[in-house]
Nanobody, 125 residues
């Protein structure tokens, strides 16, 4: 079965960039869509970004659109979330998830079957 491992989180200052990675094992990455979600203490899990398995469709949460870019490499069995111009409010535990989302549901938790363990992103001065 599919397993996911996130990496690349860390502590940065406002305005900095980070690139998160999501390693996919146990399944064919070429046919897996990927979503990214984040959660901070006391808040519900929030949609961040998603990409269809084909790479032809992406979606972003309103709070990150224009700053974050989601991508995936099927050959490398990896998904990526490039985060630019980070803000303190971006601080959260970031999760990648895979499933078979389509454009109409890729923003929803229900579209995803497998979740990674999360990687912490902290943005502070």
């Amino acid at each position: 079965q599919v397993q996911l491992v996130e990496s690349g989180g860390g502590s940065v200052q406002p305005g900095d960039s980070l690139k998160l990675s999501c390693a996919i094992s146990g399944g064919a990455a070429s046919r897996l869509g990927m979503g990214w979600f984040r959660q901070s203490p006391g808040k519900e899990r929030e949609f961040v970004a998603a990409i269809h398995w084909s790479g032809g469709s992406t979606a972003y949460g309103d709070s990150v659109k224009g700053r974050f870019t989601v991508s995936k490499s099927n050959m490398k069995n990896m998904g990526y979330l490039e985060m630019n111009n980070l803000k303190p409010e971006d601080t959260a535990l970031y999760y990648c998830a895979t499933g078979s989302p389509i454009a109409s549901n890729m923003r929803t938790l229900a579209a995803y079957v497998t979740w990674g363990q999360g990687t912490q992103v902290t943005v502070s001065s």
